[in-house]
């Protein structure tokens, strides 16, 4: 069922930053449409409940296609304005609400039917529920097949978009779903309930139509997501965005330092890897939504700029193939969209 329609100018969509407009930081040229489909069901797996909403140029035809999955405790609009400024510049953007670990999900362990879990206990749960973390890539892949499906016959749709051509971007939890859709391998040490043989690498859930992917935050070895060896299959173009105040906790409530992601980017096999290392940025400047300020950040609006910027840069070179894209794929133009509070941007490439 659709629940609303809405079309949104570019002045409108995209506050402007009078510092940094660069080619890719600001808006692009089309005008943005938004559909949602709070009511989608997966008949495959049980009537799993999986929202989208998607977001695109309202006049043109054949854009590539773009999922977007939200962090642990998000919904649909937690990258509202990354998600327009990428459709912004001719891209179909489709963001995932995975339910199991949703801000809805949130608010029910957070209940008394739920167990009355405080706000770190709950979301701590969702990282062990098989129902999340397993079935999350497979909330892209359904998402990807309706793309699919409403490309040849649904109106709003047809022949709008380029499903030879997909990229899949994530924050935090996201992340984790970005890297396995990519061919990541999860692990199942921490699950409950238990998912058979219980120890080691859950097998392969990547689907092979998406073309590449962003992971903003993503996760090293050591949580209740990877292991030392879930990296060596990611056998696609892979982008890894994180920053020096990047902390987050582990399972076990302790803060774990921002450093330990680049044991991620160790662990990747070669071939166009990418990792982008922000100075002085933290894990929730890369929200940004009409209530971002529940998590303050000193360096979201820098954040947020290089971002965007990037997001349109990869998906440029990944996902339309154009070569001035790839000239500005390099440590120069990224620490050109640097401000007060982001001062360097380290990259790192393989």
């Not at 995975?98 to 209940?111: C, F, G, P």
């Not at 409403?150 to 924050?171: L, Q, S």
Request: with cysteine; hydrophobic share 35%.
């Amino acid at each position: 069922m659709l629940l609303s329609v809405s079309i949104l100018s570019t002045k409108e969509a995209f506050p402007q930053d009078s510092k940094k407009q660069t080619e890719y930081a600001k808006p692009g040229p089309y005008e943005v449409k938004s559909l949602e489909f709070p009511n989608l069901k997966d008949n495959n797996r049980k009537n799993r409940r999986v929202p989208l909403k998607a977001h695109f140029p309202a006049e043109g035809k054949n854009f590539p296609l773009v999922i977007f999955s939200h962090g642990g405790g998000g919904n649909l609009d937690s990258y509202i304005y990354q998600v327009q400024h990428l459709a912004s510049h001719g891209y179909v953007v489709i963001c995932i609400e995975h339910v199991y670990s949703s801000n809805k999900r949130i608010k029910y362990y957070m209940s008394w039917r739920g167990g009355r879990m405080r706000y770190k206990e709950a979301l701590c749960r969702t990282t062990r529920d098989p129902e999340a973390i397993l079935e999350r890539p497979k909330d892209v892949s359904f998402a990807i097949d309706q793309a699919v499906l409403w490309n040849k016959d649904y109106k709003e749709f047809a022949g709008k978009i380029n499903t030879n051509k997909i990229g899949v971007i994530g924050h935090s939890y996201g992340a984790y779903t970005t890297l396995v859709i990519c061919g990541a391998q999860p692990i199942l040490d921490y699950l409950e309930p238990n998912v058979s043989p219980g120890k080691g690498l859950a097998g392969d859930f990547s689907d092979p139509r998406v073309t590449f992917g962003l992971a903003m935050s993503p996760q090293p070895p050591g949580g209740t997501f990877f292991d030392k060896d879930s990296y060596k299959t990611i056998n696609r173009p892979l982008v890894g965005i994180s920053g020096s105040n990047d902390t987050w906790k582990a399972f076990d409530d302790k803060v774990m330092a921002a450093e330990k992601r680049w044991q991620f980017w160790k662990l990747l096999p070669n071939g166009n890897k990418y990792f982008l290392w922000l100075e002085n940025a933290d894990h929730f400047s890369f929200c940004d939504n009409s209530k971002a300020w529940i998590f303050p950040s000193k360096s979201r609006p820098d954040v947020q700029r290089i971002s965007k910027a990037m997001m349109v840069l990869f998906c440029d070179y990944f996902l339309k193939e154009k070569e001035e894209a790839k000239d500005k794929m390099n440590k120069e133009y990224a620490n050109s969209l640097c401000g007060n509070v982001v001062t360097e941007i380290q990259w790192h490439e393989k």
